[in-house]
């Protein structure tokens, strides 16, 4: 697979480590969350078969996080973001 | 008998002989030849013997489709099995042999399976063997185990190299005939970046088997001289003897280049075949069409062949495979291997054609609406039973038969992202379906264009498609027939065996009993009979099965449909996937600063993932391992030991936030250490399991350094960037893996100190630099390094980092500088001796199964503040009281020897998983105490230290009674590092 | 029909006239007891048991495709129970135990094959882990061996012993493990169910369930609407699309494995083998051919299918382990839909919906745990208890922290 770096250009999937569902961005904030609702943030997946949003560290490359939209059925891929983009947009912060 | 069947013409260099030899048999043939056509040429048409009734077998085709003349080709580590005596380049000197046979291929004792055939049906095997139950394994399989397989493989080692390459175009064109030519032209002249890549050794494809003409040039002669001009284009690549195995994600092709085969070795540097990874914008796919047979009584004799394979032997090879030639078809292609041998001189006595009407063929026996319907001929074909449209049989002598069953597009590489072929029935095959591989186009036959002109407009028109391109070449005058077949499958007649899949032995029965046990779907018929499971994957067996499957069932033939087309397209050579990595190329190797050192006094190394590191330095004298490591633990703890710790993971984390991200990835804080201090800090998984520990240090306000394990320097440092980018985005932290920058030694023992006063230009007495302190430092007169006093083995001790390329000096310079102190390197086992001593965690007990709680570090885990892991490590199941808990073991008899791996039994247990009490994890001798130690984890553990209990190894058949103790069995008071 | 020597040589000498369909093709009736979604290896011994030792009745298996077309046809045949830990190992133990009936069970070669598996040992970490695994499997009642090099070599003398990256140490072997003709596993229970008068209706896929009051009710099918008392789900890497009609989130990932098969070879390889120093592992089939396989790909994928980099990095492990196969062939690659779950270890649990059971989480694994997934599984559903070599498997065991996580890679799927 090939993916389009959004800095780099287009890169070997080879260079890349897959993580899985980007839903894992949304980590609930330990003080206040408990163990039911981590639970579903770290084992619960949707696991949709099409398009599916997931994580790829760039760890022979430059060490992004990229969210990568690729389609399960097909490995089409759609969009791919800088992690910590798609991470601010969801509001995350420190 | 010296080239007997050789006519005239061909596409061989007669003015140069090689000599083969096979089965021990000396024979010659040309240049241009292949195995096949050469042992043709010499009369030979017995080439092997079917996979599971012996049947004698030749070759039914001149391609890689080829399932029958397969043959152990070479010797030694060259040995090479099921090779297709059809596609394998002769080379003077060739040894071939045929295989799966006993004890010779003409007399075969395993024929005996073909004289019982009737007991042998498809599936047999399913129903029977079943009693006595212990004669499966025992008698049955075993002698079937010994009957299967086809050729055989060496045990010696591959001598021969392979690599490894990548390639990127603008196009990419699979196959190089008159579709893959044309398109390669059209791309080529408009500036692209085009790879030309074929399977054979010549270019042309099937205009190097034909006779007709392109413009006015024989279609052989306008390949070569169109293979001329291309390859004047800088922009071109142009790769023979290279097959495209498969299409995957994106535009990625793979590739396997032939590059050595048709030679006796590799030349000198030169690899036997590479791998090329093919990245291409766009693709088309010219790989033509495969000839498929029809099925009809003991069709499967040597001197049955596909009647395009027959001209093309007459016509590429100049070979006449025999002397009185006939031909069954049922389309107007067949005919043409007639008309091309009747020009050639051969007598061709007759054309069975399934057809009935049209035109007679002039000056030849051509017989309409009829049909063969058996043949005769013990290790080759002598007479045909010809059944004709008056009902009337009759035999004719021959010594050839070309069948054609009509033509199928060569759809595999199209279909490999499991897209499905459609039914066309105008040409009465499959064809590419609507969806393949994005970004691959197909043209020519392989997309059921048949004729030569289609090809060429196709391949032209594929190359202006794929690539947008305004201009294009002329397309020369080329034939342009319609296709005109009439399907016919297998002839209905009688009871004998009509072959399907000849490599496998399915015949027509074995479908027709697939249907009556209702396995009717293609993929139950596939397994059930293994139709399509030979090596050629049902090239030349799948449609004629499953159109059978079709007509049985009363289904039509897209309802019925395919089964699925997998990579590779023709099988590849182990060797050509794996590359370079084997041997000890497998991994690369991770040396360590202190490795040359090492290597010069003897050490011997251990792999550590990629490492390799000093396991222990031998001194002269010194005979058992044991001796070497004791000495080096015992001269630590009474001096000073140096030990290579570089392996360790080390990060540099910055910012000023960097205190309160390691807040978050450690389970206990480290934003409130001070500056110049170190801490001991324990990482979790998000799922509260210990992910990793180690040390980090304050070495500013903003800056720290943190150590991991060896085990865990890369997935810690990719867990932390992924706890900077993705979960504390605006955190102002920035982290660099420094693993490889620094060099760094453990130095350890109460002359640690000392010992690097000698070298380090600070003071560092224990005022100036005390326990659990941290600093940049200066050694040997200025040069930048960086100190921790920290301490894994109970010693006093340092951590003294340079920059790694000092790393050799610096050893080198704290041994020549500290002689007095005697002091000694050591290796893995003597710091792990050390670590076991003083119940420090490592490898056995981070197993990524454990809690800081099953560690006894359970307090270490703060619920101040939300740390990865925090939450989760408080879950029921994990905070149970009876948990297993960390301890330390001795025998009770010193002299008794424990295993690591050993599991706890209270006395008298039996030794049954109801009480099963834990296991030892790391184990060691320690000099000190002069016995075993272990640590191991222990339901309950930390209520039982004082007790004894037993320690069974039940593959060893080891019980042995031990006490459990506690963990920090040396030093417990920890005097000794603060000294 | 009785299959038995004296069959097959009756039916030889009378042209095979004689022999039945293996299975009949029935039109689905409007409702079931049971009704088993996924018609695999797992849920055909699931009906296979439900009627045979459960004595249950009115039972239907949906298949979307054909018969054993998801992973028990796709899979490299291996069946051991040399698993670690306390939740998995009376499991596969119970597994392994059937598998050595199974074929006078259900009155069908299915070719099981105990010639033994052994698993390489590079450093003395993997023989401490070995030595802890074997004691366990002892201990629950399995077979086990420590090997020494001297006595790999002896089996394998061809084996990378003098030139390698990461040299042999040693193994762990279990002699009852083995290889079983994977497809015929599925036959056999297809056969054996529907002697019983279990319905198996191929090419009927499931597009919705009727779940009313929090009980299932039935489901929709592209065959119709067909009722049930209890829905039983067991579709391997199809979890996820399927549970979702329920309304249910899984603690699972879809991921490829791609598995490789040689050209036909005379002896090599008398059992199963796994290389301990890099993702591979071989056995030899009756037929001839060298089975081998390796990681996953590693990315989320229904595809069925796989990439290069796997393919190369299988056969690296190959060459490291086997010099000698250099020039031996691969023939054929392909790729089936892991089931995998958070902690590699699989789920035979009821569901918050009354009636309806799940089945999956087999990760990579579930060939070997077929006899013993459909006893339980059945026993789950006829019994509304969990057999007792299957308390583990529950759904809820991540909220409690109850992982059985074998290889100690955390809820991390594409590790396991």
């Known amino acids: 697979m090939i993916i389009h770096h959004p800095i780099l250009g287009p890169r070997d999937a080879q260079e890349f480590v897959y993580l899985g569902d980007a839903s894992l961005i949304d980590r609930p904030d330990g003080m206040t969350a408990g163990v039911e609702e981590f639970h579903d943030y770290l084992y619960q997946r949707t696991n949709p078969a099409g398009e599916h949003q997931e994580l790829w560290y760039h760890e022979q490359g430059d060490r992004s996080w990229l969210v990568v939209t690729r389609n399960t059925v097909t490995h089409e891929i759609t969009k791919v973001e800088l992690a910590r983009d798609v991470a601010r947009a969801r509001g995350r912060t420190k | 008998m010296s080239q007997s069947n050789r006519i005239t013409g061909g596409q061989i260099d007669r003015t140069k002989t090689l000599r083969f030899t096979f089965d021990g048999i000396p024979y010659q043939g040309h240049p241009g030849d292949t195995l096949a056509s050469a042992l043709l040429a010499n009369g030979v048409r017995l080439m092997g013997r079917s996979f599971k009734y ?99 493989v060496t045990r010696e080692e591959d001598p021969d190299d392979y690599d490894k390459g990548f390639l990127h175009c603008d196009l990419l064109i699979i196959g190089a005939g008159p579709t893959g030519l044309m398109a390669a032209l059209t791309a080529g002249r408009a500036g692209k970046r085009v790879i030309l890549a074929d399977e054979d050794f010549r270019m042309g494809g099937r205009l190097n088997a034909e006779t007709y003409a392109i413009g006015n040039t024989p279609g052989a002669d306008w390949a070569a001289a169109m293979v001329a001009e291309l390859a004047t284009m800088p922009n071109l690549r142009l790769m023979t003897r290279t097959t495209v195995i498969g299409a995957f994600d994106h535009g990625i092709y793979g ?421 110049g201090k170190c801490r001991y800090g324990l990482m979790l998984r998000e799922d509260g399991i210990v992910f990793d520990d180690g040390t980090t240090a304050r070495m500013g306000e903003n800056e720290y350094v943190m150590t991991t394990t060896t085990a865990n320097a890369v997935t810690v440092f990719r867990h932390l960037e992924f706890c900077r980018q993705c979960l504390w985005p605006e955190m102002d932290v920035q982290l660099i893996s420094t693993t490889e920058a620094w060099a760094q030694f453990s130095v350890a023992g109460p002359n640690a100190r000392k010992l690097l006063q000698k070298i380090v230009d600070q003071d560092i007495s224990d005022a100036a630099f005390p326990y659990m302190g941290a600093g940049n430092i200066t050694v040997c007169g200025g040069l930048r390094a960086r100190l921790f006093r920290i301490s894994f083995s109970g010693e006093l001790a340092y951590e003294i980092a340079v920059p790694t390329r000092y790393g050799d000096s610096l050893l080198r310079e704290m041994l020549a500088r500290g002689a007095e102190f005697d002091p000694i390197v050591y290796g893995t086992e003597a710091l792990g001796v050390m670590r076991i001593e003083k119940g420090h965690v490592a490898g056995g007990e981070l197993n990524g199964q454990s809690t800081a709680l099953n560690m006894g570090l359970g307090k270490m885990v703060s619920k101040k503040k939300d740390s990865i892991g925090m939450v989760l490590s408080q879950r029921e199941g994990m905070v149970q009281d009876n948990g297993y808990r960390l301890v330390g073991v001795k025998p009770v008899n010193p002299q008794a020897k424990l295993t690591a791996g050993s599991h706890f039994l209270e006395k008298g247990a039996a030794p049954v998983a109801a009480n099963d009490g834990g296991w030892l994890t790391s184990k060691v001798y320690s000099p000190h105490l002069g016995c075993d130690i272990a640590l191991g984890y222990l339901k309950g553990g930390d209520k039982k230290i004082g007790q004894r209990m037993r320690i069974v190894n039940l593959l060893a058949g080891l019980d042995t009674e031990v006490e459990i103790i506690s963990p920090q069995m040396f030093d417990p008071e920890g005097e000794r590092l603060r000294g | 029909m009785r299959y038995s020597g004296f069959r097959v040589i009756a039916e030889a000498l009378t042209g095979h006239k004689g022999w039945k369909p293996v299975w009949r093709d029935p039109t689905p009736q409007a409702e079931y007891d049971y009704i088993i979604i996924g018609g695999g290896g797992h849920g055909l011994a699931t009906a296979y048991y439900l009627a045979k030792e459960f004595k249950q009745s009115r039972i239907a298996v949906l298949e979307k495709g054909y018969l054993g077309g998801g992973n028990v046809g796709r899979n490299t045949t291996i069946i051991r129970s040399n698993y670690l830990l306390d939740g998995n190992e009376p499991f596969y133990e119970f597994s392994l135990k059937l598998w050595e009936g199974l074929e006078q069970d259900f009155n069908y070669n299915a070719m099981v094959s105990q010639r033994g598996i052994i698993n390489l040992i590079h450093t003395d970490a993997q023989r401490d882990a070995a030595t802890r695994r074997g004691n366990a499997m002892i201990m629950h009642g399995a077979d086990a061996r420590l090997l020494s090099r001297d006595e790999v070599r002896q089996m394998y003398p061809w084996l990378n012993f003098d030139n390698a990256r990461f040299p042999i140490k040693g193994a762990l072997m279990q002699p009852r493990g083995g290889t079983v003709r994977h497809d015929a596993v599925a036959w056999g229970y297809a056969r054996g169910a529907d002697q019983r008068g279990v319905d198996l209706i191929q090419n009927c896929e499931v597009t919705g369930m009727r779940i009313e009051n929090g009980r299932i009710k039935g489901v929709e099918t592209t065959r119709g609407y067909i009722g049930a008392k209890k829905v039983g789900v067991a579709v391997a890497g199809s979890s996820s699309k399927v549970m979702a009609h329920a309304g249910m989130r899984l603690p699972i990932e879809s991921h490829v494995l791609q598995a490789f098969v040689s050209e036909g070879l005379k002896p090599l390889i008398d059992g199963v083998m796994t290389f301990g120093a890099g993702h591979f592992y071989v056995s030899q089939s009756d037929k001839g051919g060298l089975v081998f396989g390796g990681d996953i790909d590693g990315y989320n994928s229904y595809a069925q299918r796989g990439n290069l980099p796997v393919i190369e990095d299988v056969a690296e492990g190959g060459m490291a382990l086997m010099p000698a196969i250099g020039r031996v062939r691969l023939l054929r690659t392909w790729g089936g839909i892991m089931d995998m779950s958070m902690d590699g270890s699989p789920f035979i649990d009821k569901t918050h919906v009354e009636g309806l059971y799940f089945n999956g989480g087999w990760c990579y694994g579930g060939f070997k745990a077929t006899p013993a997934s459909g006893w339980c599984f059945a026993h789950l559903m006829a019994k509304d208890e969990p057999h007792k070599t299957a308390t583990a498997y529950r759904l809820d065991r991540f909220r409690k922290g109850l992982m059985i996580d074998e290889k100690g890679q955390g809820a991390q799927p594409n590790l396991h």
């Open chain 2, 255 to 675: 590739a396997v280049e032939r590059v050595s085969d048709h030679l006796p070795t590799p030349a000198k540097g030169k690899p036997r075949q590479v791998l090329w990874r093919i990245y291409a914008g766009k693709a088309i796919l010219a790989g033509g069409a495969t000839e498929r047979p029809i099925a009809f009584e003991n069709n499967d004799r040597p001197g049955i062949m596909m009647a395009g394979a027959l001209r093309a032997y007459a016509n590429r090879w100049g070979v006449a495979v025999g002397q009185r030639v006939a031909v069954f078809t049922n389309n107007d292609d067949g005919i043409r291997t007639a008309l091309d041998l009747k020009a050639k001189g051969v007598d061709v006595v007759a054309v069975i054609d399934s057809r009935q009407g049209g035109d007679l063929l002039p000056g030849v026996r051509h017989l309409q609406g009829a049909e063969v319907i058996d043949t005769s001929g013990k290790l080759g074909l002598s007479s045909i039973t010809v059944r004709q449209t008056n009902g009337r049989s009759e035999t004719i002598a021959v010594d050839a038969l070309g069948v054609s069953g009509g033509w199928n597009p060569n759809v595999n590489i199209h279909s490999h992202h499991r897209s499905r072929p459609v039914y066309d029935a105008s040409i009465a095959a499959f064809v590419p379906g609507p969806e393949g591989p994005p970004g691959l186009l197909v043209a020519g036959a392989a997309a059921g264009h048949m004729s030569t002109h289609a090809a060429l407009k196709t391949g032209r028109d594929a190359a202006i498609a794929a690539l947008d391109l305004g201009s294009a070449p002329d397309l020369p005058q080329a034939e342009d027939a319609p296709v005109r077949v009439s399907p016919l499958w297998y002839v209905h007649h009688g009871k004998g065996r009509a072959w399907v899949d000849q490599q496998n032995d399915v015949t027509v029965k074995d479908v027709k009993l697939a249907k009556q046990e209702n396995f009717t779907s293609v993929e139950h018929l596939k397994r059930y009979t293994t139709l399509g499971m030979a090596t050629d994957q049902g090239k030349t067996s799948n449609v004629i099965g499953l159109a059978i499957m079709a007509e049985l069932t009363g289904r039509s033939i897209p309802e019925t449909g395919t089964t699925i087309y997998r990579p590779p397209y023709t099988p590849v050579a182990m060797g050509a996937l794996a590359g370079r990595s084997r041997g000890k190329e497998f991994k690369p190797f991770r040396l360590t600063p202190s490795h040359h050192w090492a290597k010069e006094q003897g050490a011997i190394f251990v792999e550590v993932g990629n490492w390799l590191r000093t396991q222990w330095v031998p001194k002269a004298g010194e005979t058992e391992w044991r001796q070497s490591v004791d000495r080096e633990v015992l001269a630590t703890r009474k001096s000073v030991g140096i030990c290579d710790v570089t392996t360790l993971g080390k990060i540099d984390i910055q910012g000023t936030d960097a205190g309160a991200f390691l807040d978050k990835v450690y389970a206990n804080t480290f934003s409130t250490l001070a500056v």
């Open chain 2, 54 to 152: 012996h049947r004698p077998r030749g070759p039914i085709s001149s391609g890689s489709e080829e399932p029958n003349a397969i043959v152990e080709l070479r010797t030694g580590g060259r040995q090479e099995p099921n090779t297709r005596a059809t596609v394998a380049e002769l080379f003077d000197g060739l040894t071939a042999n045929s295989q799966n046979r006993w004890p010779s291929l003409r007399f075969d004792a395993m024929g005996i399976n073909d004289k019982l055939s009737t007991f042998f049906a498809a599936g047999f095997y399913y129903k029977t063997f079943m009693w006595p139950k212990s004669f499966w394994e025992k008698l049955y399989e075993p002698i079937i185990r010994r009957a299967a397989g086809l050729g055989s």
